[in-house]
């Protein structure tokens, strides 16, 4: 019976130290899972990141192209609101002058 005894403990003992090497095991596979689970998370929001990099800085390029070129359209509608104020002051200015010539011409000859 004694002898019996001591193999259900040795059977114990061995049972043991098997499951205390599963557990550790385990823990190594859990281990080694989270840290490539979070290499993957860290790589995919590096990538995330430089996406959106990439397509904030294409946004500015192309807000800048879009201003530039309403500039100029308003530089040029501008320039040619002051081209045509300029020949129709002149216009007005040649006007004005002849009215002066006539209305001195019609008063001298009075």
Known sequence: M?????EVFEAEE???A????AQ???????QSAEREISESLGSAKDQA???I???????????EQIRDERLRKAESAAGGL???????????V?????????????????
Not at 53 to 63: C, F, I, L, N, P
Not at 94 to 110: M, N
């Open 14 to 16: 061995k049972v043991s």
């Open 82 to 92: 002051v081209g045509n104020s300029t020949s129709n002051l002149d216009g007005l």
């Open 94 to 110: 040649e006007t004005l002058c002849q009215v002066i010539r006539t209305t001195e011409y019609e008063t001298d000859s009075h």
């Open 24 to 30: 550790t095991q385990a823990s190594e596979v859990r």
């Open 2 to 6: 004694k002898r019996i005894i001591e």
């Open 53 to 63: 990099q990439t397509a904030v800085e294409q946004a500015k390029k192309e807000a």
């Open 49 to 51: 990141r430089q996406i």
């Open 18 to 21: 098997i499951l205390r090497q």
